[in-house]
């Protein structure tokens, strides 16, 4: 294994988590949602062709794609595709990121103060925090997210491919590699070439703690829920007034409690809502549904359409109206059909000392687009923690490890 590579891999991510790439809301009909996506594209691009990497390019929706040669001896072998994205959740403030380094003691770990409170989580909250006691954390001043989701795993891969074009001796297939737009928003892969990516398999780096690694995911749809009510004066309202906030309320509590994401773990499915605006006249719920499992999944949003109907039957007219709109389905599907793609995985952790920890994601993923159009992709950790929120942070050492363990898997498709 070539020698550390951590100043690399620390100085990248700090300088990427200083570029602001925080995505529009989803309903954006522009890839990508927002112009500054462009400035770590081009930054990156920049990047990869001073370190010798061939056919770089920025494409008008702000994909870098870039390729470095096999070793020699490995021409003929199937290429890999590395994988991230670009841009940063509207969740929480993505400008003016702040990173620092804090070596954590133990209790709780503030990262920052902001109007004379400490911005802090604790051990209660983040179990892992136990075993984090004594390491170098990167964390934000508490007033942003870190961007670590997925700027560490940019900058993981961009160390790795530094490493491969400053020797090239380490064996590695003909390596592809891309970085997303608006992964966070749902458009991701959506617009990628694959055919001109070249790459017959691919891992996305854009999980969590280090050690991470999925191939399932949820199946996902979003549902936008309407309301129409009738208003008038409220003195005149008896039995003419139909309050559209009202019918909203009737709604969501036909939906089970149980069934909500803080309820929820492991392959356990939810029902989230998102969003909500209302008046006397019009109210709009927006929810997002999720499940590991197709027959589950389906019978969620079924679920959904019977609410609206045993609501509209109480009315005078059908004043609920439900809209569907299907994101993605359970990479499981594909990726199972290329069970070596998680043995190589696992080995690649065991190599580089970090014990795998195969788990469905709780979420999406880039891969599960690029798994169905034909390029099976796997996701990997990056070694962050609390991500999309101002207690974001990762450890040194796995931005370092996961280079490691990212060379390790390369060798194996050598």
């Known amino acids: 294994m070539s020698e550390s590579n951590e100043p690399d891999v620390l ?21 990508p949602s927002t112009p500054c996506q462009f400035d770590l594209a081009n930054l990156l691009a920049d990047e990869l062709r001073a370190m010798g990497a061939h ?5 008008e ?30 969740a929480a403030p993505g400008a003016n990121v702040k990173p620092h380094i804090v ?4 209790g709780d770990l503030v990262c920052g103060v902001v109007d004379g409170e400490p911005i802090s989580i604790s051990p209660d909250k983040i179990a892992d925090l136990n075993d984090l006691v004594g390491e170098d954390l990167i964390c934000t001043d508490g007033t942003t997210l870190l961007g670590a989701d997925d700027k560490a795993g940019v900058a993981e891969i961009m160390a790795l491919a530094y490493r491969l074009l400053q020797d090239p001796s380490i064996p590695h297939p003909g390596i592809g590699v891309c970085f997303c737009p608006d992964e966070e928003i749902g458009h991701g892969a959506e617009l990628l070439d694959i055919p001109a990516f070249g790459c017959t398999y691919a891992y996305t780096v854009d999980g969590g703690p280090i050690g991470e690694l999925e191939w399932e995911c949820f199946n996902a749809a979003e549902a ?46 939810f029902i989230h809502l998102c969003s909500v605006s209302g008046t006397v006249t019009h109210a709009t719920a927006r929810y997002i549904v999720r499940d590991h499992d197709a027959t589950k999944f389906q019978a969620k949003l079924d679920l959904m359409q019977r609410a609206c109907d045993f609501i509209n ?21 594909i990726v199972a059909d290329y069970p070596q793609l998680i043995d190589i995985a696992k080995s690649a952790f065991s190599a580089a000392g970090v014990e795998p920890n195969v788990i469905p994601i709780r979420g999406g993923t880039d891969g599960a687009q690029l798994s169905f159009r034909g390029l099976p992709c796997p996701n990997l950790s990056t070694g962050a923690y609390c991500c999309h929120g101002v207690n ?23």
Request: hydrophobic share 35%; proline share 5%; net charge negative.
């Open 61 to 90: 929706h702000a994909y870098v794609t870039a390729h470095i040669p096999a070793s020699t001896g490995s021409e003929e072998a199937p290429k890999l595709g590395l994988i991230a994205h670009l841009d940063t959740t509207e």
């Open 11 to 31: 100085s990248r991510f700090l300088r990427y988590v200083a570029v602001n790439t925080e995505s529009s809301d989803e309903h954006s009909d522009h890839v």
């Open 313 to 333: 039957a109480q009315q005078d007219e059908p004043r609920v109206s439900l809209e569907i709109k299907h994101e993605y389905r359970n990479m499981a599907e």
């Open 392 to 414: 974001e942070f990762i450890p040194v050492s796995s931005l370092v490890t996961m280079v490691d363990v990212l060379e390790q898997l390369v060798r194996s498709f050598a």
């Open 55 to 59: 056919d770089v390019e920025v494409s």
């Open 224 to 269: 936008v829920v309407r309301f129409d009510g009738f208003s008038i004066h409220p003195g005149d309202a008896k039995n003419r007034m139909v309050n559209a906030s009202n019918l909203f309320v009737a709604f969501h509590e036909l939906l089970p409690a149980v069934e909500r994401p803080e309820h929820t773990e492991g392959y356990e499915g």
């Open 103 to 106: 070596t954590y003691e133990g």
